[in-house]
T-cell receptor, first 115, second 114 residues
Framework: AQSVAQPEDQVNVAEGNPLTVKCTYS??????LFWYVQYPNRGLQFLLK??????LVKGSYGFEAEFNKSQTSFHLKKPSALVSDSALYFC?????????????FGTGTRLTVIP | DAGITQSPRYKITETGRQVTLMCHQT?????MFWYRQDLGHGLRLIYY???????DKGEVPDGYVVSRSKTENFPLTLESATRSQTSVYFC?????????????FGPGTRLTVL
């Protein structure tokens, strides 16, 4: 069975500091991995994805994520956090169980960037 | 405006009542999805549709019914609402293979069942 874990419910970081939001996964097939962001009272927005290729994936708003197969991780990173990055972040993995290759989402990590 | 819209944005209903949440997208995307978002659970897939007249169950389908007579619309019906269905519901769509393409989400419907 596939699963995706976001071990931290809440991450706090000072503005200007680097940020990391963690995600680990477990899948039975090739790991297709995604990050989405949700701002208050909004739907989710796509940030980036790893399907194949380079382990370092660059996405929207200066975010990047590193795919690490040996550690089964796909951590989201940004070199310098902005207050406007404060939001709820979701990691998602290809769902091999419900069919049609949908996505299975983690429980989310709330990022707060402190001015 | 182009995009994906949901209505209503907020709904309060009572236990046992039927409620329909609407989802409309203007991109002619093939795939559409309904998720519910609950604290501690993240997003869970209720139903999805690969095309008009093709629907299938997701992770948590019990108590919900969907239809897709037109490509652009994907209504979700709670036939007899229960308090456990109090949640925020998101509709999403994607043009192509969902496992490797981004999904576009609507703004959500906050449903409260009293």
């Amino acid at each position: 069975a596939q699963s995706v874990a976001q071990p931290e419910d809440q991450v706090n970081v000072a503005e200007g500091n680097p940020l990391t939001v963690k995600c680990t996964y477990s899948v039975s097939g090739n790991p297709y991995l995604f990050w989405y962001v949700q701002y208050p009272n909004r739907g989710l927005q796509f940030l980036l994805k790893y399907i194949t290729g380079d382990n370092l994936v660059k996405g929207s708003y200066g975010f990047e994520a590193e795919f690490n197969k040996s550690q089964t991780s796909f951590h989201l990173k940004k070199p310098s956090a902005l207050v406007s990055d404060s939001a709820l972040y979701f990691c998602a993995v290809r769902d091999y169980q419900t069919g049609a290759n949908n996505l299975f989402f983690g429980t989310g990590t709330r990022l707060t960037v402190i001015p | 405006d182009a995009g994906i819209t949901q209505s209503p944005r907020y709904k309060i209903t009572e236990t046992g009542r039927q409620v329909t949440l609407m989802c409309h997208q203007t991109w002619s995307h093939s795939y559409m999805f309904w998720y519910r978002q609950d604290l501690g659970h993240g997003l869970r897939l209720i139903y999805y549709s690969a095309a008009a007249d093709i629907t299938d169950k997701g992770e948590v389908p019990d108590g919900y019914v969907v239809s897709r007579s037109k490509t652009e619309n994907f209504p979700l019906t709670l036939e007899s609402a229960t308090r456990s269905q109090t949640s925020v519901y998101f509709c999403a769509s994607t043009a192509d293979e969902p496992s490797n393409n981004e999904q576009f989400f609507g703004p959500g419907t906050r449903l409260t069942v009293l």
